[in-house]
């Protein structure tokens, strides 16, 4: 037993001769409550209601879980699933999905987005999938899925300023770049 309690000890010293701070086991995390995805849900709705559009949303939380989804009557029958998957690849990869899908069509040429849709499940690289950014951590994402993809996005952009307000980023170029994970 005291072996057991030496080699941990040991270990320990090791690891915290390579680290300049020891690093936490647990740290705190902010996350997007339920009462916030379904704000999220309705400023778009009023949005795309706006716009004459007939959506779907569904907002995840920073590790993609569904936290909540809802369809405009006359959406598509593809929409709600097209939705989740844009808002998972939006927190997946921390940028906007239609942003993400130019840099994986500069890295691995025309087919780079076909080879990760089909190589990531549940990846989607059309436009209208928006990281909620808050202080430079991302929290979860917005994905509508039901006009065109900047239409989408522009839906999905709009509900997070209008619930989160100015101190939320969408994450990609137009927030100064890929937000820290």
């Keep these: 037993m005291q072996e057991g309690a030496a080699a941990v000890g040991a270990a320990r010293a090791v690891s915290c001769s390579l680290m300049t701070e020891p690093t936490p086991l ?9 009462a916030a995805a379904l704000a999220l849900i309705h400023a778009a709705e009023r949005d795309a209601a706006a716009r004459g559009l007939r959506v779907a949303i569904a907002v995840v939380g920073d590790t993609g879980q569904e936290i909540a989804t809802y369809c405009m009557d006359g959406s598509g029958p ?14 997946a990869y921390g940028m906007p999905t239609d942003e993400f899908h130019e840099q994986t069509h500069e890295r691995f040429g025309p087919d780079g987005a076909a080879m990760l849709t089909a190589a990531v ?7 209208g999938g928006v990281p909620v950014v808050v202080d430079g951590s991302v929290l979860g994402a917005v994905g509508v899925s039901g006009g065109r993809g900047e239409q ?8 997070i300023h209008e619930v989160l307000g100015a101190s939320a980023g969408a994450g990609g170029a137009s927030d100064g770049g890929h937000p820290p994970r």
């Design 26 to 34: 647990v740290r705190p995390v902010a996350r997007l409550t339920g």
């Design 78 to 91: 593809q929409a709600a699933r097209v939705a989740r998957k844009k808002a998972y690849s939006a927190v």
């Design 121 to 127: 499940e549940g990846t989607m690289l059309l436009g």
């Design 152 to 159: 989408d996005r522009a839906i999905a952009s709009a509900a």
